[in-house]
């Protein structure tokens, strides 16, 4: 799917997995990489809030609610949790 402005492009597996290295932007992984990632970026810059991004590309609906609910669900409480006793 391509959204408007956009353009489109293909990445390799290993671009893919470059792009989404533990040091990098990209937010994609298991609850526990995203979390690790958010807590990363925690230590660095001590923000208090986190914007994400979930649609990319136009994804369906289901999937895109199922990424809300793990982040809500499974990633939150790790990331409160390591916060807290930060704290």
Same mark, same amino acid.
């Given at each position: 799917?391509?959204?408007?402005?956009? &353009?489109?492009?293909?990445?390799? =597996?290993?671009?893919?997995?470059? *792009?989404? $290295?533990?040091?990098?932007? /990209?937010?994609?992984? !298991?609850?526990?990489?995203?979390?690790?990632?958010?807590?990363?970026?925690?230590? &660095?810059?001590?923000?208090?809030? =986190?914007?994400?991004?979930?649609? *990319?590309? $136009?994804?369906?609906?289901? /999937?895109?609610?199922? !990424?809300?609910?793990?982040?809500?669900?499974?990633?939150?409480?790790?990331?409160?949790?390591?916060?807290?006793?930060?704290?």
């Amino acid at each position: 799917n391509q959204q408007r402005g956009s &353009f489109s492009f293909q990445l390799s =597996f290993e671009q893919f997995i470059e *792009i989404t $290295g533990p040091n990098m932007a /990209l937010f994609v992984g !298991s609850p526990e990489e995203v979390a690790e990632k958010i807590i990363k970026q925690y230590e &660095f810059f001590r923000h208090s809030r =986190f914007l994400a991004q979930p649609d *990319i590309g $136009g994804q369906p609906f289901e /999937l895109v609610k199922n !990424s809300m609910n793990l982040f809500a669900n499974e990633v939150v409480p790790i990331v409160r949790n390591h916060i807290e006793l930060k704290s």
